[in-house]
């Protein structure tokens, strides 16, 4: 219960300087809305061709955008001196981080509440319940490996550079698969049959449940050294 109870303080916390501070999301929300416009006109979007290309542009802003997110995750405690105290507490690393986690988590699914409707509205792509399941999912587990790996960036003095580093190369499963997800749903294509990519809305839950677990694990050991 006292780890329930840690998780939640640490996310409200960030929540709230976010809302006090509005720093992050709104520029967030303004990247977001610039990049749809700009894709708009650099592929001369049709009716034809948003199905195909839609997919793309989304996963594309999406990931980007989840960079600058995570990137604020302990970079703004390591600067103050605060992230030490935090790890003092009886809660523990791995509280800190679940509440960080979560946080981050929010921030991104705040902005996808931005860019699903203003794909449909900007690129004019078709959005429904799977394509919105898609997203939350891989949010998951792009948020869990995005604040491990931020929490470990922001020891170092390049965690601009290094974030993207890391982050990318992990975030690949859930670009794919997500992607293919979103475009059959996009398309209008049953999901069903064998294979890989014929589950990936199943294929992304084993996805979070293995990073989660992995991140868990891992982040004791980040947040420690």
């Known amino acids: 219960m006292r780890f329930w109870n840690a998780v939640a303080a640490v996310t409200l916390k960030d929540l709230r300087t976010e809302l006090r501070g509005r720093e992050l999301l709104p520029a967030l929300a303004q990247f977001i809305v610039l990049a749809l416009v700009i894709s708009n006109f650099a592929f001369d979007m049709t009716p034809g061709i948003t199905v195909h290309l839609s997919p793309g542009v989304l996963w594309l802003v999406l990931t980007f955008a989840g960079l600058v997110a995570f990137g604020r995750t302990f970079a703004a405690e390591k600067e103050s001196g605060s992230l030490e105290a935090m790890l003092l507490t009886p809660a523990g690393p791995s509280a800190v981080f679940a509440g960080k986690a979560l946080a981050a988590a929010v921030f991104l699914a705040c902005c996808e509440a931005v860019l699903l409707p203003a794909l449909a509205v900007v690129l004019g792509s078709p959005i429904d319940a799977q394509v919105v399941a898609s997203v939350l999912l891989a949010t998951v587990g792009m948020a869990a490996l995005g604040s491990l790996f931020a929490a470990l960036a922001a020891q170092t003095r390049a965690r601009e550079l290094l974030l993207p580093v890391l982050a990318l190369p992990l975030w690949i ?24 990519f014929h589950q990936p809305l199943a294929v992304l839950l084993d996805f979070d449940i293995l990073f989660l677990v992995v991140a868990s694990l891992a982040a004791r050991f980040v947040l420690e050294d």
């Open 173 to 196: 499963p859930f670009v794919v698969v997500g992607g293919r997800a979103v475009q059959a749903a996009m398309a209008g294509q049953p999901i069903g049959g064998q294979g890989l």
